[in-house]
């Protein structure tokens, strides 16, 4: 899971980027309005917080501007403001939920957790292209005749960004942002292995569908 914490308190935004990424998450902090837009734009993650303490106004601007661009990542909101018009000005804004300061910090895990879930609800548990499927619940490919193989936590969602995008290609550099996150240190080279993993157990069912290469590029799911 990928995060976006836009937050304009330096202290505060390490000390809640470090929490969650104690829960296994990828967490990438930004400190204006501004930077916030550009990167929840970029489609590569699973869930906005939004804590500028200055400026409810600024936080209201922001989640306007997403929803209108028709960006429907869900979105979290953290305010010290606790009066119900605030909640409901936000809320009507298009925030998903709205916690109040102070908070604990097991609240907000929760609530993360709870808002992700949601999203993944919305989503088809198997999804196909071709003679291509996979399995979201159980993290397997399979193929026409059900014969199924388990994929590891990298393959299963390089695969799945691969059949979300179809017939575009997929970009090595919006792998690496989704997957490893804007600030790792992953090369060109590490998608290419997990890449060649998946070609394997795909070849290895019998599946027809091909993943192209596109030199320097990226990939794309092929039919043959």
């Not at 979300?164 to 919006?174: D, F, Q, R, T």
């Amino acid at each position: 899971m990928r995060i976006l914490l836009i937050n304009d308190d330096l202290r505060t935004s390490q000390g809640l980027a470090e929490f969650l990424q104690r829960s296994q998450a990828g967490v990438d902090v930004v400190y204006t309005t501004e930077e916030g837009i550009e990167c929840a734009n970029s489609q590569i993650y699973d869930i906005v917080i939004l804590d500028i303490s200055h400026s409810q106004e600024k936080s209201l601007l922001l989640v306007d501007q997403l929803r209108k661009a028709g960006n429907s990542v869900p979105l979290l909101m953290l305010s010290s403001l606790t009066e119900t018009d605030d909640i409901v000005e936000a809320l009507d804004a298009g925030a998903d939920d709205y916690l109040k300061k102070p908070f604990d910090l097991a609240e907000l895990a929760a609530r993360v957790r709870a808002l992700t879930r949601r999203k993944g609800e919305l989503k088809e548990d198997k999804i196909s292209y071709g003679d291509l499927f996979l399995n979201k619940s159980t993290c397997e490919i399979q193929n026409q005749k059900g014969d199924s193989t388990r994929l590891s936590l990298k393959e299963f969602s390089i695969l799945e960004l691969l059949l979300e995008s179809k017939n575009n290609v997929l970009k090595k550099e919006k792998i690496i942002e989704k997957i490893w996150g804007g600030n790792s240190d992953a090369e060109y080279n590490n998608v290419e292995v997990y890449i060649s993993f998946l070609r394997k157990k795909m070849e290895q069912l019998g599946i027809r569908t091909k993943i192209r290469t596109f030199r320097g590029i990226g990939y794309s799911l092929e039919l043959s």
